[in-house]
């Protein structure tokens, strides 16, 4: 079965400490139940390990995306894109995508907007957890009242994202923590070049492969140097659509075709 880490959780939903307590404790009794585990970023099998959990019966293979679905457009179609969201030719558009919550770094993205009036933000993405999202109040009021040049867009469709994400010049993803975000293997898909808060999750999947920040005056250093010079976006663009092939659809089909085979043969043999 798919894992998260318990940990992961912070930031995302608030919960008062006890109940917290009890479900960590439920999840990790839960996983030592099962008969093998699968994570999709490798620098969790020994926090796995930590919570006594063999490393034998865990196993890595990481997210994919359809490329039927996410994929880059023509120019033409992606000018048109640009036009109907009302920014220039020249003007920097940056996209975000994911829950409106602490974890994925929102207050962050908004305060990049706020610094950079002149670029056009965008965030797709809504309270998948209602009320009980940590800072939901907080959140609340900056996706109900926004700096003039970012826009929330709610939860929107595949199709949609696929289309912002085409519109965008940079996808900027500022989480605090992740497991390995559906969100940035789209923005690779689409060829659109990957800014992310570079956190050491990220180092044994895509290191290389995307502009890091350590925090937000990074990114504002890199969003007013690719401002200035956005030629500098165009070895990311193709950095994405390579780092794609690695995280294909068609690559990982024969990874879990290889994956269910050995796990069929060594349930055999444990009944021979």
Partial sequence: MFIFLPETLEGSIKLPKPIKWLFYKYVIAFYKRMDHLVVVNPSFIDK???????????????????????????????????????????????????????????????QLAKQNPTIRFIWAGGFSFGAITDGYHELKQVVEHPPANLTFTGIVTRARINELLNSADLFLLPSFNELFPMSVLEAFSTGTPVMLRDLSLYHAIIEGDYLPAADVAEMQTLLTQLEANPALLVPYQELSLATAQRYSKARLASIWQTFYQTQAQQRGKQHD
């Fill in 48 to 110: 796995l390990a930590a919570y006594g959990i063999d490393p034998a019966m865990v196993s890595y293979i990481p997210n994919f995306v359809d490329d039927d679905q996410f994929h880059p457009v023509a120019e033409a179609k992606r000018a048109q894109l640009r036009h109907a969201l009302g920014v220039t030719e020249s003007q920097l558009v940056v996209f975000g995508s994911g829950q409106v919550q602490e974890r994925k770094g929102v207050m962050d993205f908004v």
